[in-house]
């Protein structure tokens, strides 16, 4: 069965940092791009950032441009989002999601259920 | 402001068929990226409904169908049941912000 399974999420405070983990089983990792997709409380969803099956090609969101590092160890089968000086407006339910190819141009066909991040003092 | 541009709420009798609309530019659908369909019901993760302008995944109802044309795209939900009430979002590739984008989300209410 294909699963991703997110951890690393809580309470931190404005101007700190976390970071969250993506654990990967049932399907080959490392030919799959991956994403984080974010759902701040009763809104829509943001995609933040994507990166290809070998690190080769990343993107990020405007918002977290310069504040968040996506990377990923095939050998570990895991997804990393690195999120530094965090502000209130990233508070949010934080997805994994797994992208149909290796490169980014793509769509989402599994996703995690994600773990929460609440930015506040 | 989303890059896509959803109808923020659509609604329907059971039985009935609807419609959401999914409003891009030139530099995300109308460059020829593919567009796709996410459902999420309340509480859920989102689910994959549409990939590739039209197609659907293994187990999703052919009651689901999407379209594509220029810079928008659509998803129609025909004979509306009760278990569709949720929320619907689509995504495409934009070429000029480097990144995937999605819609605002359209809530649909089965009445």
């Known amino acids: 069965e294909v699963q991703l399974v997110e951890s690393g999420g809580g309470l931190v405070q404005p101007g700190r940092s976390l970071r969250l983990s993506c654990a990967a089983s049932?399907?080959?990792?490392?030919?799959?791009?991956m994403h984080w997709v974010r759902q701040a409380p009763g809104k829509g969803l943001e995609w933040v950032s994507g990166i290809s099956w070998n690190s080769g090609s990343i993107d990020y969101a405007d918002s977290v441009k310069g504040r968040f590092t996506i990377s990923r160890d095939n050998a570990k089968n895991s997804l990393y989002l690195q999120m530094n000086s965090l502000r209130a407006e990233d508070t949010a339910l934080y997805y994994c999601?797994?992208?149909?190819?290796?490169?980014?141009?793509?769509?989402?066909?599994?996703w995690g259920k994600g773990t929460t991040v609440t930015v506040s003092s | 402001q989303s890059v896509l541009t959803q109808p923020p709420s659509v609604s329907g009798a059971p039985g009935q068929r609807v419609t959401i609309s999914c409003i891009g530019s030139?530099?995300?659908?109308?460059?020829?990226?593919?567009v796709h369909w996410y459902q999420q019901l309340p509480g859920i993760a989102p689910k994959l409904l549409i990939y590739?302008?039209?197609n659907r995944p293994s187990g999703v109802s052919d009651r689901f169908s999407g379209s594509k044309s220029g810079t928008s795209a659509s998803l129609a939900i025909s004979g509306l049941q009760a278990e569709d009430e949720a929320d619907y979002y689509c995504q495409s590739y934009d070429i000029s912000l480097s990144g995937s984008v999605f819609g605002g989300g359209t809530k649909l209410t089965v009445l």
């Open positions: 049932g399907f080959t990792f490392d030919d799959h791009a």
């Open positions: 999601a797994k992208d149909k190819v290796g490169g980014l141009a793509s769509y989402m066909d599994v």
């Open positions: 030139s530099s995300n659908i109308g460059a020829f990226y593919d």
């Open positions: 590739g302008n039209n």
